[in-house]
């Protein structure tokens, strides 16, 4: 199992060197925001959510586009409540 301040580096990291900017800024600030008070649960909850394309992501987010593929969860539902 890995550790958990090793997963939260991993974390910060890919959540703000995205490919594109506009979800480096939107993932990045939500992962400061949030992942010190993340459960372990809640962390690998965000972990699959950062491995799921930008587009999607952005399109589910900006254009409230439903996705079979984001996981419906606490982190889920505290990104698409999020506000820059």
Known sequence: MIN??????QI?????HRG???M????G??????VDNLTDEDLANLD????????????????KNNSEIIPKNKIS?????FKL
């Open 4 to 9: 958990k301040e090793v997963l939260k580096k």
């Open 12 to 16: 910060i990291y890919r959540s703000t």
């Open 20 to 22: 594109s900017k506009e």
């Open 24 to 27: 480096d800024i939107l993932l």
């Open 29 to 34: 600030n939500f992962v400061k925001k949030y």
């Open 48 to 63: 699959s959510i950062l491995k799921i394309e930008d587009e999607i992501l952005y399109n589910w987010y900006f254009y």
């Open 77 to 81: 539902k505290l990104l698409k409540e």
